[in-house]
């Protein structure tokens, strides 16, 4: 499962021509979510942030038309991520492997943790997820719960979702919760429909994975969260990654805060 | 309407007898809720404010037993509100005027912000809350808005009711929002039912206030939020303030953070 072993091997391999799904790359370095939003939006997005920070930790944030970032060196966020969106008006304009003819000068970028950091955490303890297991991008679902607002930043919390058994789910989130930059212990386990979601089988982005009998899905907070607030805020302009094809940093765990 | 102007004589009045709401005494001063939760749940709940820092704005947190705070000098917190109450299991065990006979030596005390901070600038603006006008206490109701849970503590927002001309809510938003540590700006305004909010004259704390023609109802986060913190995740033992009978601190708005 582990393809690579530092950010900067999946970065090369990216600029290389690789596309897929980061889950289990490089599983001891920390993983993000990428917005940018124009420089209007910036303070709005920041206070976003700050507002939830389970479902947008912030890593880092760049200064407007800078596609660099503090979190790996010789990064370029325009081309080494897996894939990217383009967001007009709350629609999706385009997707793409590179996001050079996207950005502009007036754009900042936002990175944001993501739940692929804890998951090695998970497979070192024996409950490695679904997805990883079968090769699978994480499924991801929007819910009905809604964020606390920043200006003209609205909308509802996006989550990922992995199965375990009923009696794992305790250990599970005391594995995940340190990780208060990766969204941290689960936001909720069990019934669905507490979140309003109908169909674990149709998710939202991403792919849909089998239960085992004597599962129950346990939900995260998910660095998605953005893009349906770019949606339901209908955002004139805004670049985001391919939902978990993630920006993979050079920061180590390790070098992280934890709860 | 300003009854009081520091924190100290609203301090000294509650010693000497006074009850009642707290709204719109020292104005300039910093008012904070109270929870005081047993020390093995002291890390929950502070995890529980970090990941819902909207609703749990975390002031300061009291060493176990201890009953002054960093906020206002000579306080002792089983005294100084003008109403307190005890939760057993989940439920509402006793009301009182005074938290002595309640008090543990186990107990951690949590001061959290409250949105009554920021009704001064609102006033000034030509802009005073409906209760703080009327006299009475400001409404408050449960919403279905899931929180962010903490390891055993899980629950839903409860937010504060103001009603607004449709015209002025963005100016009561942009007033509001710079007090981060009060709840900053509205969570929501507009269709209570948004907020699984069914009946407005039937608040499920404080009291009712009358709609005048053109008004919307804006909503904030409310300091409360713990109270059905400790209802739904059936804490043991918790000793809060009476909704609406705040602490008041010797602490300036021009001296805490803002946005």
Not at 16 to 43: D, H, I, S
Not at 168 to 186: F, K, L, M, N, S
């Amino acid at each position: 499962m582990e393809k690579f072993s530092t950010g900067r091997e999946v970065r090369a391999a990216i600029r290389a021509g690789f596309r897929g799904p980061t889950a289990a790359f490089a599983p001891e370095y920390v993983q993000a979510n990428l917005v940018a939003v124009p420089a209007e939006y910036a303070a709005e997005f920041r206070s976003l942030c700050a507002r939830n920070p389970v479902a947008c930790p912030l890593l880092d944030e760049s200064a407007p038309g800078a596609t660099g970032t503090a979190l790996a060196s010789e990064a370029d966020l325009r081309r080494d991520l897996g894939g990217y969106r383009l967001w007009r008006d709350g629609r999706l304009a385009a997707q793409s492997a590179g996001a050079r003819e996207f950005w502009r000068d007036d754009l900042v970028a936002f990175l944001i943790g993501c739940s692929f950091t804890f998951e090695y955490a998970l497979t070192r303890a024996g409950l490695p997820p679904r997805h990883v297991v079968l090769g699978l991008n994480v499924p991801m679902y929007r819910t009905n719960v809604m964020l606390a607002p920043a200006g003209r930043l609205h909308g509802h919390l996006v989550v990922s979702m992995r199965p375990y058994p009923a009696d794992d789910v305790e250990r599970v989130a005391a594995i995940t919760r340190p990780y208060v930059e990766a969204h941290g212990e689960p936001f909720w386990s069990g019934e669905p429909g507490r979140l309003g979601i109908h169909n674990l089988a149709t998710p939202d982005e991403g792919d849909a994975v089998p239960f085992e009998p004597g599962e129950v899905p346990v939900f995260w907070a998910c660095g998605v969260t953005p893009q349906a607030v770019a949606i339901e805020s209908r955002l004139p302009y805004v670049v985001t990654h391919e939902p978990g094809h993630m920006f993979v940093t050079d920061r180590l765990h390790s070098e992280r805060p934890v709860a």
